[in-house]
């Protein structure tokens, strides 16, 4: 189950940033008058800077490789990544992950987050691959993040069938490789 809509009301952007530390980024991200919408919300800095130290340094680094990263708030929709063509890609945010992003632990908004961009990534390799594969990738990027138990449970929302099953076993065997006895 995707989490984001189709109605933009703010964009913020992040443009490419190829050879950026993590900080550089965030501080961009953060002094941008575009993400005014998260500056204003005490609750949503905390769980973007939640987000940010999630990111491994080659997750940074892919995503400083993306042209341009727009996070758009929406009041309602059923989630999405949208294409902007050769300008870039939005991560629509509607209501349902501004909910989680505002909870104690916004864990599952940020992996919901996390799965968009994953998407957007795979959707850059530009290679022919079916929407389980795509969707499997996506949620490698989630996982890299340490998020695979609530990719999990958006998964285990979404409507049953073969891409659900796969994914959940997918995530599942993630899951029971790090509670593996160490040898």
Known sequence: MDFFGVMPLIRSKIKSQKKRSKKELMSAFYASDEHKWIRSDAVLVRSFELFWEMLSEKNINKMAKLSNLSFVCIEQGIGAH????????????????????????????????????????????RRKVTSLEWAVEADQFVMDCGLASEMAEIVERSPHGIERNVRLSYLTSFLAKDLAPKK
């Open 82 to 125: 949208l294409s902007k063509g050769g300008e870039g890609h939005y991560i629509l945010i509607d209501n349902n992950v501004l909910n989680y992003l505002r909870c104690v632990d916004p864990s599952i908004g940020i992996a919901a987050i996390c799965y968009q961009i994953g998407s957007i990534l795979a959707q850059e390799r």
